[in-house]
């Protein structure tokens, strides 16, 4: 087998390996359990392994990734026609004057309660990940 790619965390890893395999590239993760093990400190980083026969095109398909990995966060991002404030891409109104749209649109709360049930989702994934990520040590 040959590694094909270095992931960041445990999860990248796992979106690569399903990436491949749904490119019909049979892939395996590895170093996970080392990671998860050394906590929030990542000496060693998971990674992904496909055979030699299908390692050309898993490269192509994890050098897609990457490009897609890294433009989002740069190109994605806009800025707001009415304030000037730059708006990560995730976000389709601008939180800064949000409230003077609001006023005269009459839906200021509604996008101020949706900007939040945003916040905790992410809140709520990331605590659920790292229960994950406990219960796969303790297994072990
Ligand atoms: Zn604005």
Known sequence: MKRVYTASDPVNAHLVRELLEGNGIPAVVQDERIFAVRGSVPVV???????????E?????VEQFDAAAKQ???????????CGER???????????????????G??????????????LIAV???VIALLLRKLVEKH
Do not use: H, M
């Not at 839906?107 to 905790?120: D, H, M, N, Q």
């Open 45 to 55: 980083y998971p990674t992904v392994w496909v055979n030699e026969d299908g390692y």
């Open 57 to 61: 095109a898993a490269r192509a398909v």
């Open 72 to 82: 989002p966060a740069e190109t994605a991002s806009w800025i707001c026609p009415a």
């Open 87 to 105: 708006i990560d891409g995730q976000f389709t109104e601008c939180w800064k004057c949000a409230g003077a749209a609001e006023a005269v649109s």
């Open 107 to 120: 839906a200021t709360g509604e996008r101020k309660r949706s900007r939040l049930y945003f916040l905790i």
């Open 125 to 127: 994934a990331a605590a």
